[in-house]
């Protein structure tokens, strides 16, 4: 489905996107007709066959591999953006990790692994195509991906939220920052959708039954659904937009535990 005839041509980089919502955004992105800048860390296998998928569809695609924590990728990929062709318009930082840890037991590694990720990697991202959009003079779009648990606590997972709250104040900050060169940044923030993230939940009844139950809407996501957000962030009918989280969660953020069903 193509909705923005204003995409057509336009470039994007998104990161994490050999599988789940980055692979969604990626082919939702090809068919609006943009080009678009994959990534993966090291499934080479996955990333051709999503490369496939976009072709197939008229598409154009290419990846670069790579770690969002590392210094440098952000560049390679907005490098290989104008190579291939000839400019970047969107940034997706949209690579994300979680490991469930009792706080007091979790290992300082596996903090800094999240947050090296999450929140890290989100900045790194920003970082190099502000750069570009300032350089060049151009008024370009960021989205960051960030989750329901920039707002919702999340035991076992301290480290996420805390990346995540990150993700939602840096976007709010560095948004206030470049509104006057008319670089728009958000964020989107996803319940729960159904993805390799959420592999466990989803292969066990019970636990799915459960995660059903939690969500207002007793719906879990598609990843389609969460492509459709960034599709219209990335489009001209968002244009006054900047600096805010777009919530596609079902309602999970809204305090189930006051819904009608609980009265
Ligand atoms: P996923 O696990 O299905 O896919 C994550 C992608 O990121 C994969 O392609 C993976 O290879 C890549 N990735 C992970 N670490 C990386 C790194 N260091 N460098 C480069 N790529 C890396 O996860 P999903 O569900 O697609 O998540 C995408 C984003 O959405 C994440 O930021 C996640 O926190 C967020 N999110 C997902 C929700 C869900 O229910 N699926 C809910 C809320 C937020």
Redesign the pocket.
Known sequence: MANYPELKGKVAVI??????????IGERYAKEGMSVVL?????EK?MEEVIRAIEAGGGKAVAVK?????EG?AEKMIEKAISEFGKMDIFV??????VEAKTHEMEFDNWKKII???LN?TFLGVRAALKYFVEHEIEGNIIN?????EVIPRPGYTH?AA??GGVKMFTKSVALEYAPNHIRINA????????????ETMSDPEEKKGLEALIPSHV??K?EQ?AAVAAWLASDESSYVTGTTIFA?GGLSLYPSFGPENK
């Open positions: 990161t994490g996107s050999s599988k789940g919502l980055g692979r969604a990534n993966y860390r090291s499934s996955e790579g770690d969002v924590s590392e990728l930082n949209n690579a994300g990790v979680q090296d990720v999450n990697g991906m960030s989750s329901v648990h996420y990346s995540k989107i923030a996803p319940g729960a959708i159904d993805t390799p993230i959420n592999e879990i996501g990843p969460i969660d």
